[in-house]
């Protein structure tokens, strides 16, 4: 959260502003082949939607299903 205010739209220079990065636990894809990337795309986006609101983020989840 916060890289927009690093980067804001049509910027080229970066601006300091603290940041929160979240990491999950890993999503297994061994055994995986070409036709489970629909199900690792759903699995992984479920996880992000998870780290999201857990940070107290839900909102941008929200925005960013509208923008799909």
Known sequence: ?????????????????????????????????YDDRHGLMERTRAAIERLRAASGDAARVDVARAAR
């Not at 910027?11 to 890993?26: A, S």
């Open 1 to 33: 959260a916060g890289t927009f205010d690093i980067l804001p739209k049509a910027h080229l220079l970066l601006r300091p502003h603290p940041i929160t990065l979240l990491f999950g636990e890993p999503i297994e894809t061994a055994g995986m082949t």
